[in-house]
């Protein structure tokens, strides 16, 4: 009797269901200005690309790292012109070589 009962568990039993997987992070945000919003929207080429990058602001400098490498502006009248242009390298990597020429500033971290 007790092997006809161990035979029956594996029918009635059902397999493991894998658990669900957790849903995307959102990161964009409730709103956008304009300008933001041309800007992206170039980069994508009108939504024809997608774009992977990393950004971070820091003092009178601003970081811009993608996969090719890491511009960087600084701050000049009003708005960011383009410093210089490290290829083949990483934000901390950029962020550490700039950070003793650094305005001492608090930055603002702007990551995707």
Not at 14 to 34: C, F, G, L, N, S
Not at 43 to 64: E, I, L, P, S
Request: with cysteine; net charge neutral; glycine share 8%.
């Amino acid at each position: 009797m007790a092997v006809l009962f161990l035979l029956a568990i594996p029918v009635w039993a059902e397999p493991a269901k894998p658990a669900p997987k957790a849903p995307p992070k959102v990161v964009a945000p409730e709103t956008v200005p304009h300008p933001i919003a041309l800007f992206l929207s170039s980069m994508c080429g009108d939504g024809k690309q997608q774009v992977t990058f990393k950004a971070k602001a820091v003092g009178t400098r601003f970081f811009f790292e993608e996969p090719g490498g890491v511009t960087i502006y600084r701050w000049d009248n009003g708005g960011y012109t383009k410093e210089d242009f490290l290829r083949n390298t990483t934000l901390a990597k950029a962020l550490k070589k700039y950070s003793a020429s650094s305005d001492g500033a608090a930055g603002t971290e702007l990551e995707e």
